[in-house]
T-cell receptor, first 115, second 113 residues
Framework: AAGVIQSPRHLIKEKRETATLKCYPI?????VYWYQQGPGQDPQFLIS???????DKGSIPDRFSAQQFSDYHSELNMSSLELGDSALYFC??????????????FGNGTRLTVT | DAKTTQPNSMESNEEEPVHLPCNHS???????IHWYRQLPSQGPEYVIH???SNVNNRMASLAIAEDRKSSTLILHRATLRDAAVYYC??????????????FGKGTLLTVNP
């Protein structure tokens, strides 16, 4: 079965550079979530989109922005990168606006390293 | 967000059943109980979820207390591949911003050969 696809798998950037992470949800899933997981930490919610509109916002820095496109894929744009942004970034998708009865399906993440 | 409490770690032997407990005394009537697990260097993986009744699927069983203030994830025969961090998460069905999953401190399950 098709899963959530994230690209790239690994990304190395320098401080103050920008990065774009991409997420392709499972077909017919209309909701996308972004999570950040630092070393030894639990995943932290950043932002979510339902039907191309932002549906919820968590601890996402102002330097980050995201959007969901007409084909439901999503991109997380990160600017003025800092060393502390080094983390695993996960995307997840679900169906039906993310109602409590609908499980999230996660991708395998993008590992961002900022040097 | 309603909180859950899980043991930091548990240990099991291969081929034996594992019962992972979760307390959620402040659960509301619209909260679903979700379980996810995360293997090293992988994204979280959905395991099972339920509302009031016990649930079974190919991965596990979920036993929910009658008052819904606690639940137990049951792995019937642990394998080495089940070694992971297991997260018990309450997920509201009441709409809007409550749909996100909020990860707390899960249980690190170690499976001994």
């Amino acid at each position: 079965a098709a899963g959530v696809i994230q690209s790239p798998r690994h990304l190395i950037k320098e401080k103050r550079e920008t990065a774009t992470l991409k997420c392709y949800p499972i077909p017919r899933h209309d909701t996308v979530y972004w999570y950040q997981q630092g070393p030894g930490q639990d995943p932290q919610f950043l932002i979510s989109f339902y039907e191309k509109m932002q549906s919820d916002k968590g601890s996402i820095p102002d330097r980050f922005s995201a959007q969901q496109f007409s084909d439901y894929h999503s991109e997380l744009n990160m600017s003025s990168l800092e060393l502390g942004d080094s983390a695993l970034y996960f995307c997840a998708s679900s169906r039906g606006g993310g109602a409590g009865n609908s499980p999230l399906h996660f991708g395998n993440g993008t590992r961002l390293t900022v040097t | 967000d309603a909180k859950t409490t899980q043991p930091n770690s548990m240990e099991s032997n291969e081929e034996e059943p594992v019962h992972l407990p979760c307390n959620h005394s402040t659960i509301s009537g619209t909260d679903y109980i979700h379980w996810y697990r995360q293997l090293p260097s992988q994204g979280p993986e959905y395991v099972i979820h339920g509302l009031t009744s016990n649930v079974n699927n190919r991965m596990a069983s979920l036993a929910i207390a009658e008052d819904r203030k606690s639940s137990t994830l049951i792995l019937h025969r642990a394998t080495l591949r089940d070694a992971a961090v297991y997260y018990c998460i309450l997920r509201s069905n009441s709409g809007g911003s409550n749909y996100k999953l909020t990860f707390g401190k899960g249980t690190l399950l170690t499976v001994n050969p």
